[in-house]
């Protein structure tokens, strides 16, 4: 089981498990995985890179799944404590102090975030009317707020509606045995990804796929993944997972050139704003749907089972730099979007047109590639203040 024990005192708040809780390190570095994927996205969407054949097809792809694993994360390791409990392995987590924790975790940074950028560079409709929706997570209910304010912030919108949710799942099923909890949640994952097909066939509103009804899906295949984990423990299941962790990173390998392959028509961010208004597929959406998940478990794996058992993938998700961005990844989530747009503005390419760097001026790529290093760098620096002056002080009284 990848857990790891750590001295009283030694980790850091941010990523500490509830007491009494195993510590699953390698998730740090899932973390830092599934942010640099939005970064690598979104810095392909300010400069234009997105509407290149398979690199913009890659990118959109990991764009979309950046959120997905942050969503599949938040199940396995929020219900964790819960499945624990009930197995007797672990103290039950109280309602009250699971909701102290979450508040303590998201609301500084996110409201020190967005109180800043509304007033440089002033963005749109946190000091307007509708401020009240962009403070309390309710943006992405209505067409005219979801993209204002940080517009990333609907992933967070979701978080909070499962938040509210988790508490009263994990009461429902305190008596469940784990292959009747499996199914019920196998439940859940098929009507989730059952609103996401009838959107992408415009049967629902987008929206709806967008709000935790839709994204169910990887919330539960995470709260799965946790169910899985406590039972695993003491019957050995998954020794695939824990012997072979290349072979599920290979999987994962394969679905995401299956996603992108399936991208390769979309033509851009033109063509993902032109899915959002025509039916898509029936067989298409299901495709996407299925090849993520599996994916997305597949890359999860290894970081769940067998931390200490080798294999590339478990020394890549080892690695101190990773493992870093994804202690730091909110502040970088908040923060890069408008960090890339400021630095995409047409002055850009003038502060590089010395000898010999006039090649970001003629190459698309190559400004490409030197944006995403400056907004990955800022976005860093950025991060890493917010985490030492904002989010640490208030991270410290999540278990007083």
């Not at 009930?86 to 699971?98: I, L, S």
């Amino acid at each position: 089981m990848a857990t790891t024990a750590a001295p009283a005192g030694a980790l850091s708040p941010a990523v500490a498990p509830p007491p009494g809780n195993p510590r699953f390190a390698l998730f740090d570095s899932l973390r830092g995985i599934a942010v640099l994927a939005v970064v690598v996205f979104h810095v392909f969407l300010v400069t234009g890179a997105l509407s290149r054949r398979l690199v913009g097809d890659a990118a959109t792809v990991l764009g979309s799944g950046g959120p997905i694993l942050f969503f599949a994360i938040s199940g396995f390791l929020l219900y964790r404590p819960w499945v624990a409990a009930r197995a007797g392995d672990a103290p039950a987590p109280g309602t009250g102090r699971f909701a102290r924790r979450r508040a303590l975790r998201i609301l500084p940074a996110y409201w020190f975030a967005l109180t800043v950028l509304a007033i440089f560079p002033a963005v749109a409709g946190a000091f307007g009317a509708d401020w009240w929706r962009y403070y309390l997570f309710l943006q992405l209910y209505s067409e005219e707020t979801l993209s204002r304010g940080i517009p990333v912030a609907w992933t967070l919108c979701v978080e909070v509606s499962f938040y509210l949710l988790l508490p009263a799942w994990a009461l429902a099923a305190r008596r469940a045995r784990p292959r009747a909890e499996l199914a019920a949640l196998g439940l859940v994952a098929v009507a989730g990804a059952a609103l996401q097909v009838a959107a992408a066939r415009q049967e629902i509103s987008h929206l709806a796929a967008q709000s935790l009804l839709g994204q169910c899906t990887w919330f539960a295949l995470g709260m799965m993944l946790a169910v899985v984990s406590v039972a695993g423990a003491r019957s050995g299941v998954l020794r695939t997972a824990i012997a072979r962790p290349a072979l599920c990173w290979a999987g994962a390998a394969l679905a995401f050139a299956g996603l992108t392959l399936l991208r390769l028509d979309t033509g851009g961010l033109l063509g993902i704003v032109a899915a959002l208004e025509r039916e898509q597929p029936y067989g298409r959406t299901l495709a996407e749907v299925t090849l993520t998940a599996a994916g997305l478990v597949l890359l999860m794996l290894p970081a769940v089972f067998g931390e200490r058992d080798g294999g590339l993938p478990r020394r890549a998700l080892a690695w101190a730099p990773l493992a870093w961005i994804g202690l730091v990844s909110y502040g970088i989530y908040l923060w890069h979007l408008t960090i890339a747009e400021l630095l995409a503005l047409p002055e850009l390419p003038q502060a590089f047109s010395a000898p010999g760097l006039d090649l970001v001026d003629r190459l698309p790529a190559a400004r490409t590639a030197v944006l995403l290093v400056l907004t990955l760098g800022l976005s860093c620096a950025i991060a890493a203040a917010s985490y030492r002056l904002i989010e640490l002080p208030f991270l410290r009284r999540k278990d007083r």
